[in-house]
């Protein structure tokens, strides 16, 4: 199954030069808790803009027109159908991690969504691409906890893909 998860602020932004512009921990957790022993697919800018190191837990594919591009402990994949295809063997689940440009690539491809809306605007350079909602059912809405450590107001959504009717 290839999944898509994100965070985004309420006008759709999601990253700043790579990296997250806010921080807000309980995603961090909701993100670890959802692709632990799974799988995360990422643009190589983004897997650069976390330090360069895979995730542990989880195995984790950079994906890279450079053919030459090489990590310790990734898998380098080079096309769309790669991916595809990895994700069709892969018994667990395929969550695609960013950037915008993976997302577009794979939205098409995804059948859950999980995104978390933090209800507050930051300044940044990359916005999520745009979505059909009308394609997809919401399944779960929850509140996130706001606390000290969590500052800002979010919720954790996750939406299905629509069966085409016949």
């Not at 670890?32 to 190589?44: A, L, P, S």
């Not at 209800?119 to 906890?145: A, H, Q, R």
Request: net charge negative.
């Amino acid at each position: 199954m290839l999944a898509a998860i994100w965070a985004q602020d309420e006008q759709g932004l999601i990253g700043k030069e790579n990296k997250l512009p806010w921080h807000l921990p309980n995603d961090l957790k909701f993100f670890k808790q959802m692709t632990e022993d799974n799988t995360i697919v990422m643009g190589r800018k983004t897997f650069e803009g976390m330090g360069s190191r895979p995730l542990p837990n989880r195995k984790t594919i950079v994906m890279t027109r450079d053919k030459d591009f090489f990590a310790e402990g990734v898998l380098v994949m080079h096309s769309i159908e790669d991916v595809l295809d990895y994700a069709e063997h892969f018994t667990g689940i395929t969550f695609i991690s960013g950037g915008a440009k993976i997302y577009s690539d794979f939205l098409p491809y995804c059948d859950v969504l999980y995104r978390t809306v933090i209800k507050y605007s930051f300044e940044g350079d990359t916005v999520f691409p745009e979505v059909d909602w009308e394609n997809w059912t919401m399944i779960n809405l929850s509140e996130g906890e706001q606390n000290d450590e969590n500052a800002y107001p979010y919720q954790f959504e996750t939406y299905q893909r629509k069966v085409a009717s016949e």
